[in-house]
């Protein structure tokens, strides 16, 4: 069965501050794995990385994904209030994605 | 550019009552799509998910069913509904081909009473 554990599962920090969150995954037939942020409702796509060892990279937003250890990493620098959400890692594998139960990041001014 | 629509929004029923969840999808061709479940603090759940009208292949056995009628409308069933059915419903819609991004419609918050 598919499996995709990300840690930790919630984060307090303040603004200014960076972090790192992580995610590892144990999936048949992988093909990609994907970041998303999710404030009120719908979850948007942040990153979708599919080569070993090639840093994606938005703004303050970085991934990266190791497949020979099987995880992956996002960091968040200069945090800011606007990034508190909760953070989604997918993996993609035989036709259909299995999601992590998400960090829950906490900025606080 | 491409749109995903997601009705209602909330939604109060109660225990044993039916249920259908619309989802459709504009601006894209034959794409693959999927309901999900979010439970309070927890991920995304994969109920359902469908790469063509007709096809669909269901990931956790329940008294859920989902229907594919048209090329971008994907429906969400339950002739009865139970307690434990009561949580956040999000559609969404990939690329077709698999190994892609998803795009997430707003949601339904669902409570059954």
């Known amino acids: 069965e598919d499996k995709v554990v990300q840690s930790p599962l919630s984060l307090v920090v303040h603004e200014g501050d960076t972090v790192t969150l992580n995610c590892s995954y144990e999936v048949t037939n992988f093909r990609s794995l994907l970041w998303y942020k999710q404030e009120k409702k719908a979850p948007t796509f942040l990153f979708m990385l599919t080569s070993s060892g090639i840093e994606k990279k938005s703004g303050r937003l970085s991934s990266i994904l190791d497949k020979k250890e099987l995880f992956s990493i996002l960091n968040i620098t200069a945090t800011q209030t606007g990034d508190s959400a909760i953070y989604l890692c997918?993996?993609?594998?035989?036709?259909?994605?299995?999601f992590g139960d998400g960090t829950t990041l906490t900025v606080k001014p | 550019s491409q749109t995903i629509h997601q009705w209602p929004a909330t939604l109060v029923q109660p225990v044993g009552s039916p249920l259908s969840l619309e989802c459709t999808v504009e601006g894209t061709s034959n794409p693959n799509l999927y309901w999900y479940r979010q439970a309070a603090g927890r991920g995304l759940q994969l109920l359902f998910y469908s790469v063509g009208i007709g096809q669909i292949s269901s990931e956790v056995p329940q008294n859920l069913s989902a229907s594919r009628p048209q090329d971008r409308q994907f429906i969400l069933s339950s002739k009865k509904l139970l307690l434990s059915d009561s949580g956040f419903y999000l559609c969404?819609?990939?690329?077709?081909?698999?190994?892609?991004?998803?795009?997430f419609g707003p949601g339904t918050r669902l409570t059954v009473t």
């Open positions: 997918a993996v993609e594998g035989a036709g259909k994605s299995t």
């Open positions: 969404a819609w990939s690329v077709s081909g698999g190994g892609y991004e998803q795009y």
